[in-house]
């Protein structure tokens, strides 16, 4: 499919990661997976994380996956949709993974 050719293309343009295959998905990563994208049989299922909502109408659903990640859907069916804002939000994605992914800093416990 030329769809995935250039989605796998697209992000490889954006640094170093990870691409691996888990369960049904493709896995594109840093320090974690900033987007997947699950085959099916006639589209791409596209999963991306930004920290903040995006409406648009190629979003099929926008679901809050922790407290500070957003998971996006987007189905894609042909390579022409591989495109902006697809493309920047994807960006967007890699940029942000390890500070959306980072684990906060806890206070230490005081002693007595």
């Known amino acids: 499919m030329d769809a995935w050719e250039r989605l796998r293309e697209t992000a490889s ?64 069916t042909h390579r022409d949709q591989v495109e902006p804002p697809l493309t920047e939000w994807l960006q967007e994605a890699y940029d942000k993974s390890t500070l959306l992914s980072g684990k906060r800093k806890t206070k230490p416990l005081k002693k007595k």
């Open 13 to 76: 343009e954006f640094g170093e990661q990870r691409i691996y295959a888990s369960h049904h998905s493709i896995m594109f990563s840093r320090k974690a997976c900033y987007f997947f994208v699950r085959p099916k049989k006639k589209v791409l299922e596209v999963c991306f994380f930004l920290g903040r909502k995006v409406k648009a109408p190629i979003i099929r659903k926008a679901v809050e996956s922790s407290k500070t990640k957003v998971a996006h859907l987007v189905h894609v």
